[in-house]
């Protein structure tokens, strides 16, 4: 078009381009075909449709008695066919052997707004044809569910982004298993590279154990962050100036872009971070702390991600499981080991979708389940960590026996636990009318000897005991980590005898006007950490003074052999100097840093 100006002139010829669509989407082709015997689960119709392309809010599908509108998972659309597809098994469908589906097709509309005419047609199941297996099924169980993204087999899995210049998303590009892993993506050079693991609170009690699977380069520079009793703490994965105070490192990293599995002893560390540590994780995130060291396109894979579960099987475990299928399901095959991929065995069989286990069990297992559907087609096994501890502690008086004669200056008993731990935090010392938890100077636990002990004179406000005085005290509320008692309080007691009084007076000095920062003789409890790579451990066989010393041993070659000796900040003018006593061998490098 173009225009004749007053004086004669044409303007430029202006062109406008558009489209005219007056023909609405016509379905070509449906799988299965009107009328015919069919085993198959997924739903097919192709159109013609070359104009605006159809509005797929105006899709609606009608199966029987169930309808399905547009949004709906089941439902897909390949814009590159133009080809609507249903998903019968995704959505818990069940048909019979031979029975009449009725489906059809609503009116829908293209984008200009023509509307087609509705599509019925019907067809026959047939258990005959049918060959696709059912799906793996999903496991529930009694305790607390497991976190952390599993496989990344469905969407709702995924993690979330913590920072601007990450892509995150599920792939199917070769996982360590099953069909999808999640992917990492830097697409800023040192850019906010980070993810959220797990967004809301929860008890390391609960997840003592964190594992993974991974795929990452040389290059990749990421460590794992939480938050921890209002503080950040990291444990070392790959990154290489964390700020952070750290948990622990991951042992044995490689880097070589081939999948490897890691396991993180997460209820260890916490417990180790501190004499009574809360055990609440505010959220868990892999994040590039310090300097952003990743490069644009730097890409880190993970899969089978999970925060293993715990909890106690004293009173038995429950299981259920859910799979569907279009035949439906007709029988179960479960193993419980410690085997992380078996295949259950098919010929013992049970008609149930769940299973009880009544008797108490203690460990690191798994659960493996697979299912069969009703024309006989096996499920992929699916495979559940768990962890169950079916035992309390136990709990033993040695010394001094009961209602004995002496002036002992502590009770020693011996608390051990066969799997998962003591928590210590739970315990009560009950002497009198006064209580001592872990926290107190009196009470001294050592895990490593498995050694409790209430210690009278660890405090300036000991009182005297008068010659013939009876002292009686009990342990109570003493537990595992599972949440498993013991049975019974442990109670104690003995006659104050000054004549059987063979131990000499302990000398506990106090100075208000020239306070120590630290006087660790190791003797009560061990209050160094370690950073992932060192043993540390109490050790009676030599010292400088004392019965005690400490013991730090390297856990590999070339490892991470870091203690934090104290990590709470302090003036140096008014501590000037550091003492010590020390025995170092021939060929250990170590040095102070502050």
């Given at each position: 078009m173009r225009a004749k100006m007053a004086d004669a002139q044409w303007t430029p010829t202006a062109h406008y381009a558009f489209h005219v669509d007056t023909k609405p989407p016509q379905p070509t082709n449906v799988v299965p075909r009107n009328g015919a015997r069919w085993g198959g689960s997924t739903l097919r119709?192709?159109?013609?449709?070359?104009?605006?392309?159809?509005?797929?809010k105006s899709v609606v599908m009608k199966i029987g008695t169930h309808v399905f509108q547009w949004g709906h998972k089941a439902l897909r659309f390949d814009a590159s066919r133009n080809e609507l597809a249903l998903n019968l098994q995704s959505v818990g469908v069940t048909l019979r052997d031979g029975e009449l589906v009725r489906c059809k097709l609503l009116p829908l509309s293209d984008?200009?707004?023509?509307v087609s005419k509705p599509l019925e047609w019907h067809w026959r199941m047939s258990y005959r044809l049918d060959?696709?297996?059912?799906?793996a099924p999903i496991i529930k169980w009694s305790g607390p569910q497991p976190l952390g993204g599993g496989g990344f087999e469905t969407p709702e899995q995924c993690w979330e982004s913590y920072g601007q210049d990450v892509v995150i998303k599920r792939v199917q590009y070769q996982p360590a298993s099953g069909q999808y892993c999640l992917m990492m993506q830097c697409i800023k050079d040192g850019g906010a590279f980070g993810a959220y693991i797990h967004r809301?609170?929860?008890d390391a009690r609960q997840y003592p154990i964190i594992a993974f699977d991974y795929r990452i380069s040389k290059h990749l520079r990421a460590d794992f962050v939480l938050s921890h009793s209002g503080n950040l703490r990291s444990i070392h994965f790959a990154d290489n100036d964390n700020p952070f105070i750290p948990l622990g490192s991951v042992t044995d990293v490689q880097r070589d872009e081939r999948w490897h599995h890691a396991e993180i002893p997460l209820l260890k560390w916490v417990s180790n971070s501190a004499l009574n540590p809360p055990m609440r994780i505010n959220w868990l995130t892999i994040q590039d702390m310090g300097w952003r060291g990743n490069a644009e396109g730097e890409t880190a894979?993970?899969?089978?991600f999970v925060l293993v579960p715990l909890t106690s099987s004293?009173?038995?475990?429950?299981?259920r499981w859910m799979a569907t299928d279009v035949s439906g399901i007709s029988a179960?095959?479960?193993?419980?080991?410690h085997h992380p991929n078996t295949n259950p065995s098919t010929k013992r069989k049970i008609q149930a979708t769940h299973v009880r286990i009544a008797k108490p069990i203690s460990g690191d297992f798994y659960l493996h389940v697979k299912v069969r559907d009703g024309a006989g087609n096996w499920s992929a096994p699916s495979h559940f960590r768990f962890l169950a501890d079916g035992q309390p502690p136990r709990l033993q008086l040695i010394k001094p026996k009961l209602n004995a004669r002496g002036a002992p200056s502590e009770v020693v008993m011996k608390l051990t636990d066969d799997f998962i731990g003591v928590d210590v935090a739970q315990m009560r010392i009950r002497i009198g009318k006064r209580l001592f938890d872990i926290t107190s100077q009196a009470v001294v636990y050592d895990r490593e000897r498995g050694e409790l002990r209430w210690r009278h004179l660890c405090t300036s406000t000991a009182p005297a005991w008068a010659d013939g005085m009876r002292i009686e005290g009990v342990v109570e509320n003493v537990r595992d980590y599972a949440g498993n008692a013991v049975r019974k309080p442990l109670q104690f007691a003995f006659i104050v005898d000054y004549q059987y009084d063979d131990e000499p007076p302990e000398v506990i000095v106090e100075s208000p006007t020239h306070a120590v920062l630290l006087w660790q003789d190791f003797e009560r409890n061990i209050p160094w950490r370690s950073t992932g790579g060192v043993k540390i451990v109490k050790d009676g066989s030599t010292s400088a003074g004392g019965q005690c010393s400490v013991r730090i041993t390297n856990a590999q070659d070339g490892g991470n052999m870091n203690v934090i000796v104290c990590d709470e900040p302090f003036d140096a003018r008014m501590y000037p100097i550091l003492r010590f006593d020390y025995r170092i061998p021939p060929g250990v490098r170590l040095d102070f840093v502050v």
């Open positions: 119709i192709a159109f013609d449709e070359d104009g605006s392309g159809i509005n797929l984008r200009a707004g023509n060959k696709q297996p059912p799906c809301q609170p929860f894979y993970f899969d089978n004293a009173r038995g475990l429950e299981f179960s095959a479960y193993r419980i080991d």
